[in-house]
């Protein structure tokens, strides 16, 4: 009987029609071999329900390989909790840039003219009631003034030493004792930007981690907003911006702010997000997988990368450094050249500025600045929620009052008794920095579809239009495979046969017996 198989097997044209009757009758594949039994019109049919399914499941297929390469992805969002979680670099800034004492004529200030044109060349505030200068004498004027526009900037902007009073922050925190003392001066550090001189708490992130949540465990400011040093060119409102962000980072102003008048106390619950975001092809343009700083001390974040492209410009176009850029370091341009020496008063009047204002206009840097694919450690985005009421109340008024006049910079024409609630109100605010529980927003992308969701759904539709499976494609392989043999076999064999007759023939004329015609 094996005998018998083995002969049928070798009696199969594998290549040819019987191959393929033989392999259609036998396949796992569902309906198929209908299509060589009955009557004619019913293997017509079959043959129809056949190619309509295979069309199915070939319309499905491509389908999917599609929407797998058009790299979808969801959002899943979820509430972390924590024992601890860091606190946030708090960055306040007064909204007036330019302190009236370093503008007016004081011993304290000896630069106070420059700083009067740089100002009103700053402001464009050219031949008004308060400027009475045109734009060439003002630039003729800061043309002779030989210090660093950082420089500048520091000299009129408010010092953290005014804008948070050590004596009046000792005296409310011995009069009203908490959880949590308000902070001192030294624990802010002071920056420039592009529009003046902010103070930043926890900006390298040394300080504590929050292990508590509620209002009385956050961290706590008295600021002087000190309307008295307001110059009147630079904005109509009076009070300070507030910026929350990853220690290290540096703020662009006016993005993100948080803005305190004076006689408020601003409560700010943090609402802080992790995000993870997938890099290309899933997001376009991508995201960055490391940190592309040119200061690696600082952790990658999109803001970072935008002030570093700022600074970079800046030192290209302008051949001098930003006033962002900390004294010290040094720029490499493209072309080369190093640039140690930051922008004077004119440079940045006439150019600096310009590009600052060019970049944040257009998306030059947002473009080249991609969102990194996963925060780094402790690294988060901070939203908030925040209330407000009034600060101070009456008798906190009452013991602050006599600690101002202590320090002599107030004396009593600036605080008056009949108005010391008034005075205070106008001048300062509270804010109250803290979690309302210690949970963080995750929200992380992932893929929609992977390889797994695509393999599952071409093997679905595999089996639902085609009764197939994997073992169904060993068989069809099979048998390509003894088609392919077949062939070779066909084509290759008859080459073989024609040499072998024709070997065969020579070999015969070679031992042919001439001897045998002798009778002929």
């Given at each position: 009987?094996?005998?018998?198989?083995?002969?049928?097997?070798?009696?199969?044209?594998?290549?040819?029609?019987?191959?393929?009757?033989?392999?259609?009758?036998?396949?796992?594949?569902?309906?198929?071999?209908?299509?060589?039994?009955?009557?004619?019109?019913?293997?017509?049919?079959?043959?129809?329900?056949?190619?309509?399914?295979?069309?199915?499941?070939?319309?499905?297929?491509?389908?999917?390989?599609?929407?797998?390469?058009?790299?979808?992805?969801?959002?899943?969002?979820?509430?972390?909790?924590?024992?601890?979680?860091?606190?946030?670099?708090?960055?306040?800034?007064?909204?007036?840039?330019?302190?009236?004492?370093?503008?007016?004529?004081?011993?304290?200030?000896?630069?106070?003219?420059?700083?009067?044109?740089?100002?009103?060349?700053?402001?464009?505030?050219?031949?008004?009631?308060?400027?009475?200068?045109?734009?060439?004498?003002?630039?003729?004027?800061?043309?002779?003034?030989?210090?660093?526009?950082?420089?500048?900037?520091?000299?009129?902007?408010?010092?953290?030493?005014?804008?948070?009073?050590?004596?009046?922050?000792?005296?409310?925190?011995?009069?009203?004792?908490?959880?949590?003392?308000?902070?001192?001066?030294?624990?802010?550090?002071?920056?420039?930007?592009?529009?003046?001189?902010?103070?930043?708490?926890?900006?390298?992130?040394?300080?504590?981690?929050?292990?508590?949540?509620?209002?009385?465990?956050?961290?706590?400011?008295?600021?002087?907003?000190?309307?008295?040093?307001?110059?009147?060119?630079?904005?109509?409102?009076?009070?300070?911006?507030?910026?929350?962000?990853?220690?290290?980072?540096?703020?662009?102003?006016?993005?993100?702010?948080?803005?305190?008048?004076?006689?408020?106390?601003?409560?700010?619950?943090?609402?802080?997000?992790?995000?993870?975001?997938?890099?290309?092809?899933?997001?376009?343009?991508?995201?960055?997988?490391?940190?592309?700083?040119?200061?690696?001390?600082?952790?990658?974040?999109?803001?970072?990368?935008?002030?570093?492209?700022?600074?970079?410009?800046?030192?290209?176009?302008?051949?001098?450094?930003s006033v962002s850029v900390p004294d010290g370091v040094t720029i490499t341009t493209?072309?080369?050249?190093?640039?140690?020496?930051?922008?004077?008063?004119?440079?940045?009047?006439?150019?600096?500025?310009?590009?600052?204002?060019?970049?944040?206009?257009?998306?030059?840097?947002?473009?080249?600045?991609?969102?990194?694919?996963?925060?780094?450690?402790?690294?988060?985005?901070?939203?908030?929620?925040?209330?407000?009421?009034?600060?101070?109340?009456?008798?906190?008024?009452?013991?602050?009052?006599?600690?101002?006049?202590?320090?002599?910079?107030?004396?009593?024409?600036?605080?008056?008794?009949?108005?010391?609630?008034?005075?205070?109100?106008?001048?300062?605010?509270?804010?109250?920095?803290?979690?309302?529980?210690?949970?963080?927003?995750?929200?992380?992308?992932?893929?929609?579809?992977?390889?797994?969701?695509?393999?599952?759904?071409?093997?679905?539709?595999?089996?639902?239009?085609?009764?197939?499976?994997?073992?169904?494609?060993?068989?069809?392989?099979?048998?390509?495979?003894?088609?392919?043999?077949?062939?070779?076999?066909?084509?290759?064999?008859?080459?073989?046969?024609?040499?072998?007759?024709?070997?065969?023939?020579?070999?015969?004329?070679?031992?042919?017996?001439?001897?045998?015609?002798?009778?002929?």
């Open positions: 009987m094996a005998d018998q198989q083995n002969v049928d097997d070798d009696e199969v044209d594998y290549a040819g029609y019987s191959g393929l009757k033989e392999f259609m009758s036998e396949t796992t594949l569902h309906g198929v071999h209908y299509i060589f039994r009955g009557a004619k019109l019913l293997r017509f049919v079959w043959l129809l329900g056949v190619l309509g399914a295979l069309s199915g499941f070939l319309f499905f297929f491509i389908a999917a390989v599609n929407n797998y390469m058009e790299r979808p992805s969801n959002t899943k969002v979820d509430t972390v909790s924590r024992s601890q979680l860091p606190l946030p670099a708090v960055t306040i800034c007064n909204s007036n840039i330019a302190q009236l004492s370093a503008l007016s004529n004081s011993t304290q200030y000896p630069h106070h003219e420059l700083n009067f044109a740089f100002v009103c060349h700053l402001f464009n505030d050219i031949k008004s009631s308060y400027c009475p200068l045109s734009r060439n004498e003002l630039i003729q004027i800061v043309r002779t003034d030989s210090r660093s526009a950082r420089d500048v900037l520091q000299d009129i902007g408010q010092a953290k030493s005014s804008l948070i009073l050590d004596p009046l922050v000792a005296a409310i925190n011995s009069a009203a004792p908490s959880l949590v003392p308000y902070q001192n001066s030294s624990s802010f550090t002071s920056i420039v930007t592009s529009t003046g001189v902010c103070h930043t708490f926890n900006y390298d992130g040394s300080q504590p981690n929050a292990s508590r949540a509620g209002i009385d465990t956050g961290v706590k400011f008295v600021v002087n907003v000190d309307q008295t040093e307001y110059a009147g060119v630079t904005l109509l409102s009076a009070g300070v911006e507030v910026y929350l962000h990853p220690p290290g980072e540096t703020i662009v102003r006016g993005r993100n702010a948080i803005y305190v008048g004076p006689g408020q106390r601003a409560n700010i619950a943090l609402e802080p997000q992790r995000r993870e975001v997938l890099n290309t092809p899933f997001r376009n343009p991508g995201c960055a997988e490391k940190n592309t700083n040119r200061n690696k001390s600082v952790p990658y974040s999109r803001a970072q990368c935008n002030l570093e492209c700022r600074e970079d410009l800046i030192a290209e176009s302008c051949g001098c450094l493209k072309n080369g050249s190093v640039v140690s020496r930051h922008c004077n008063a004119l440079q940045y009047l006439q150019c600096s500025s310009f590009i600052v204002a060019y970049v944040l206009l257009t998306s030059t840097c947002t473009d080249a600045c991609l969102q990194p694919c996963r925060p780094y450690e402790n690294q988060y985005k901070y939203g908030h929620s925040m209330t407000t009421d009034v600060f101070p109340n009456v008798v906190v008024a009452e013991t602050l009052i006599p600690v101002l006049l202590e320090t002599g910079r107030y004396n009593n024409s600036r605080v008056n008794a009949p108005n010391n609630l008034a005075y205070l109100r106008e001048n300062f605010a509270q804010i109250n920095v803290f979690y309302n529980e210690l949970a963080f927003e995750s929200i992380i992308e992932q893929p929609l579809i992977t390889l797994t969701t695509l393999f599952g759904s071409v093997g679905g539709n595999f089996g639902l239009f085609l009764g197939a499976s994997m073992l169904t494609i060993l068989e069809v392989g099979q048998y390509l495979a003894q088609a392919g043999m077949a062939l070779f076999e066909k084509f290759c064999g008859k080459k073989t046969q024609r040499d072998a007759r024709r070997v065969h023939s020579v070999d015969q004329v070679k031992s042919f017996d001439l001897s045998n015609t002798n009778g002929v």
